[in-house]
């Protein structure tokens, strides 16, 4: 969830550290810190909120050095304050962290009794006053850290600098993902590829244990039973332009907007003419249940694929949320695929569950957003989604990109297994391909769709409807509300309401439908009647067929472009969220960074 970075350069190192963490804010955005050595000395800089809070600091308070760490916080132990804010220091180190220390209680005892004294409620700087024991007990600076290391359980990214020495950093990762960047005689490392992408596109990713100690001049990695080892170095390619905001007010704004481009670069990754172009060996042919499991949005894009992988290939999918399915140990049946979703690849409940279904499903697949991370490594075959970077915390663009190589899959499936003919393929990727074009169209109801949220925003509960495919994009137009507007959101299966849900409607709760013109839309407008009999506000997502339909008693409706069925899950996300974002916008709320919540859920 932090964020982490560090820097062994030649020039002076704070302003790189700050512009590293406004890259990784998107990680967490409680505090902020700085630590640098200069002339031997180490000393730092922190402050508690956004990262500019920081940088006003630093304005009045400049921190010299040529060799620094740095740290976004989202808190886990602690609450967001000064004293708890990253790095910790402790004598003659100082520690960034991303990750939960599990044993931290125990080793804070264990320091007691030896006559440590404490100043944070983080278990973070258990880990500083550790590696102060040791080095007062002799050990060098890089000793004392993997000593420190080799107590610790959990799962964290650490990285450590000490006072004296301008030239060495430790780190290491255990469950967290980190990464080290090549220079010209400077060294770096960061939470991923993104904060080190002005700096060098030349990337080493640590494997699950690893340990560094680096120099300007030398990397030195050891795996976790202490074994010196190569990892090889990668060269990425980051759009840097993808990273800023492009004239819009916000990354929401900007990635809702880039959808229909982001949906064609996808399409022409995976399509070569009639044909969908997936990796050799992917063949559902003999494949008897796929297992898909995800968090928060992502899951609900399992969710869709559900109804798609039954409905098109005939293929049953049990669908789970990771933090869940990683405890209750369900079997996996034989002749079974297990399929993940994640953007970050680095979702901590999402790989533990991978972790456990590995030797059980006959294969696991992944569906991501970075190609090189934990749970793209960690699968026999890893597809990525092509959505670029995603800054914005509530999931948009990458969410639209999971959709099509879902349904990319779930074509692929049908086709092995005899449910769907080569013409029937081949229109199937017609419609597809016309898809970034009715997204324009869907996005010029932009303007509908922000004079129904602004109303909307005066309320403290609204209610999603959906059936069938829309069912899950219920979920997930619910879920993008209460996360940036802060709005109580709950989402129903249309058919559920009369079972429990109808008693929350009355005039002050707005209920959001989502009813394309489908098989289901008689059942849905059914529902919809309930509501409205009841005094409810209906407002109405649907295409211009069903509007007429619904009539003219509705009390708002945003009319789509009308599509293929099977695709609405994809343009009915859309509205879904502008919904939420022009309701933020009304509120006054946070949109790119909401409160209590961080892109990349690192921790359990």
């Known amino acids: 969830m932090c964020g982490i970075v560090g820097v062994l350069g030649t020039h002076e190192v704070a302003p790189t550290l700050v512009e590293a963490l406004r890259r990784l804010e998107y990680r967490g955005y409680d505090s902020a810190g700085i630590a640098t ?12 909120g956004k990262l500019a809070n920081l940088s006003d600091l630093l304005v009045h308070q400049p921190l010299a050095g040529k060799a620094g760490i740095g740290h976004t916080r989202w808190a886990t132990h602690g609450a967001p304050t000064e004293v708890n804010a990253h790095p910790h220091k402790a ?70 600098l000490f006072d004296g020495e301008d030239n060495l950093m430790v780190a290491a990762r255990k469950g967290s993902p980190l990464a080290i960047g090549h220079g010209d005689g400077e060294v770096y490392v960061g939470s991923d590829a993104i904060a080190l992408a002005p700096l060098t596109d030349t990337i080493t990713y640590l494997e699950e244990g690893d340990r560094a100690i680096l120099t300007r001049t030398s990397i030195e990695i050891r795996d976790a039973d202490g074994h010196s080892v190569d990892r090889p170095a990668k060269t990425v390619s980051i759009d840097a332009a993808r990273v800023d905001k492009s004239g819009y007010k916000h990354f929401m704004a900007k990635e809702i907007w880039e959808q229909p481009t982001v949906l064609a670069d996808a399409l022409s990754a995976y399509l070569d003419g009639d044909d969908i172009v997936l990796p050799e060996g992917l063949d559902f042919s003999e494949t008897d249940r796929v297992t898909m499991v995800a ?11 559900k ?23 369900p079997p996996i049946p034989d002749r ?21 279904c590995r030797g059980k499903a006959d294969r696991i697949l992944s569906v991501v957003n970075v190609a090189e991370s934990s749970i793209a490594r960690e699968s026999d ?21 999971q959709l099509n190589v879902l349904y990319l899959l779930a074509l692929k499936a049908a086709s092995d297994r005899g449910r769907m003919t080569s013409e029937e393929l081949a229109t199937a990727l017609a419609e597809l391909r016309a898809l970034p ?37 219920a979920h997930e137009g619910a879920l993008k509300l209460k996360e940036i507007s802060y709005i109580h959101a709950e989402a129903y299966a249309s058919g559920e309401l009369k079972h429990g849900p109808i008693a929350l409607i009355d005039k002050a709760v707005p209920v959001v439908v989502m009813a394309p013109n489908d098989h289901l839309f008689d059942k849905t407008v059914s529902n919809m009647q309930e509501v409205m009999a009841r005094g409810g506000q209906v407002l109405l997502i649907t295409d211009a067929t069903g509007a007429e339909a619904a009539g003219e008693d509705v009390w708002r409706t945003v009319i789509l472009p009308e599509v293929s069925p099977r695709l609405t899950p994809l343009l009915y996300a859309l509205p879904a969220q502008l919904l939420a974002y022009h309701a933020a916008i009304a509120k006054g709320t946070d949109v790119d960074q909401p409160r209590n919540l961080a892109k990349s859920v690192t921790v359990e």
Request: some cysteine; hydrophobic content about 45%; aromatic content about 10%.
């Open 37 to 48: 050595v200069n002339e031997g000395h180490l000393d730092r800089r922190r402050a508690v």
């Open 91 to 160: 004598g003659p180190v100082a520690v960034v962290h991303n990750g939960i220390i599990e044993n931290y209680k125990a080793l804070r005892e264990e320091l007691r009794g030896m006559g440590a004294e404490f100043e944070t409620q983080t278990d973070t700087e258990t880990v500083a006053l550790l590696t102060q024991y040791y080095l007062a007990e002799g050990f060098a600076p890089a000793e004392a850290a993997l000593k420190t290391l080799s107590r610790l359980e959990g799962a964290f990214a650490l990285v450590f």
């Open 295 to 305: 968090c928060g949005t992502a899951y609900f894009a399992c969710l869709t694929a």
């Open 307 to 329: 109804y798609w992988f039954e409905t098109i290939a005939g293929l049953p999918v049990e669908t789970d949320v990771a933090s869940e399915f990683r405890y209750r140990e």
């Open 336 to 356: 079974s695929t297990a399929l993940f979703v994640s953007q970050s690849g680095e979702t901590a409940d999402t790989l533990a569950a991978l972790r456990y």
């Open 381 to 401: 075959i890893a597809l990525p989604i092509h959505a670029g970077v995603e800054i914005g915390v509530a999931s948009t663009k990458a969410f639209t990109c």
């Open 437 to 473: 074009g009715v997204f324009n169209a869907a996005l010029d109801r932009d303007a509908s769709v922000a004079e129904a949220a602004r109303a909307m925003a005066e309320a403290r509960d609204v209610l999603f409807l959906g059936r069938g495919l829309m069912y899950p994009l």
